[in-house]
């Protein structure tokens, strides 16, 4: 029986050494307890932010030209579909809104609404002193924020200048494009990958229309160390070059260094289906060349992409020195039990690392069986079972070619 590639997971060990890769809201570095210990922590979130910003050869916008990523932003409707309708095409302000609003109802819900309403007040005395004209008749931003790809502003925008266009009060306008979307909303969630790719790796929710939401294809783990945290208090200080016996600033801030493990899940089925518009459960007939490619530069991105803060200070850029990658039908699982135990502070640290993870894969192998077909990328000797030595660049043709072909 032929194996089918539906889970692709990918699993990393990197070196940091002095770093504040992602602080918290006090401006020290993020942790989390596990096996009895705190380890430093950078979060999905902050992953996910800089794969999706990244710029080069592997960018999420090299991915497919004809496919662009999403707009992120609470003022997506007044600054991309209002403005433009009004400024350069001339519509009436007050008929444009009147649509985008309605639009802005049936997507998100009354209450989300109603919540931007409250402080239309507080955004049009803002925009009176910067553009009477103009910025002062659009829709507040919003309460929450908008993940909205090209194509549904396009298909939005193109509904707003139909509705603001034809006969009837600003009243009339609204109702009618309430209805208007009702009736032809399925259009709307037809559109090739509208919500852009990086939405349909990380998903979006909408609160109103729930048939908008798009499921995440993409699973990140909060990356940790695999030992205990090493951290240090900075204490550091600005010369005056004018006054030398003195400095103009002096301040601390807390740095750390470790071995981070990260764990990341591609859904197959459901990124092809967020990509082509398909049911999830119609793949395998469907077509899979950019959800290939889109896992290739994936696998890329997650190797070669550093998340940092104090970028100045520290230069945290690093690549990890152990990559593999796993595919095939079973539930996805993560390897952080291997790093239950802490790695001791002591010794080569990266070779007990490796040495915890092939006991891990190991003894969960001897349990559950596997029908994972395994890629290894490693700069260090390490003897996972069944893995196939590898270099990042074939891994990720391996993994595309898995994803096109559907085999393993």
């Known amino acids: ?55 080069g050869l592997w960018s999420l916008q090299n991915v497919d030209k004809d496919i662009a990523t999403s707009i992120r932003s609470r003022r997506i409707f007044p600054e991309k579909i209002e403005k433009p309708l009004i400024e350069k095409e001339g519509l009436d302000a007050e008929r444009v809104v009147a649509a985008s609003q309605a639009l802005q109802s049936e997507l998100y819900g009354e209450k989300g609404t109603a919540a931007a309403a409250k402080n239309k007040k507080t955004a049009k005395d803002d925009a009176d002193a910067l553009n009477p004209s103009i910025d002062a008749q659009l829709s507040p931003e919003r309460s929450e924020l908008v993940v909205l790809g090209h194509p549904e502003i396009q298909f939005l925008s193109k509904i707003v200048r139909e509705m603001a266009s034809a006969d009837g009060s600003a009243a009339d306008v609204s109702k009618k494009t309430g209805e208007w979307f009702k009736k032809h909303k399925k259009d709307f969630q037809a559109l090739k990958c509208g919500a852009g790719l990086d939405a349909a790796m990380f998903g979006r929710f909408i609160s109103g229309d729930t048939d908008a939401r798009v499921s995440a294809a993409v699973h990140v783990a909060h990356a940790f160390t695999v030992h205990a945290e090493e951290s240090e208090t900075d204490y550091f200080t600005a010369v005056d070059d004018l006054n030398n016996s003195g400095s103009a600033h002096i301040n601390a801030a807390e740095l750390t260094s470790g071995i981070f493990y990260n764990y990341v899940v591609v859904d197959v089925p459901q990124l092809v289906s967020n990509i082509e518009g398909c049911p999830s459960k119609q793949w395998q007939t469907a077509p899979r060349d950019v959800a290939g490619r889109l896992v290739k530069h994936l696998l890329h991105l997650i190797a070669t992409v550093t998340p940092g803060a104090k970028l100045g200070a520290t230069a945290p850029y690093a690549r990890p020195w152990f990559v593999m990658a796993e595919a095939g039908e079973s539930q996805p699982r993560t390897l952080a039990d291997a790093f239950y135990l802490p790695v001791p502070l002591r010794g080569d640290m990266r070779a007990q690392a490796l040495r915890q993870l092939e006991d891990y894969v190991g003894k969960s192998d001897e349990m559950y069986g596997s029908d994972e077909r395994r890629w290894i990328a490693s700069m260090y000797d390490v003897s996972i079972p069944r893995g196939e030595n590898s270099s990042l660049d074939q891994m990720g043709e391996s993994l595309e070619r898995a994803v096109v072909s559907l085999e393993l």
């Open 1 to 55: 029986m032929t194996m089918l590639p539906r889970f692709i997971q990918i699993s990393t060990l990197t070196t940091y050494p002095a770093s504040l890769l992602n602080r918290d809201d006090s401006g020290l570095s993020k942790r989390i307890p596990f096996g009895g210990v705190s380890r430093t922590r950078v979060s999905s979130q902050c992953l996910k932010r800089h794969w999706r910003m990244a710029d």
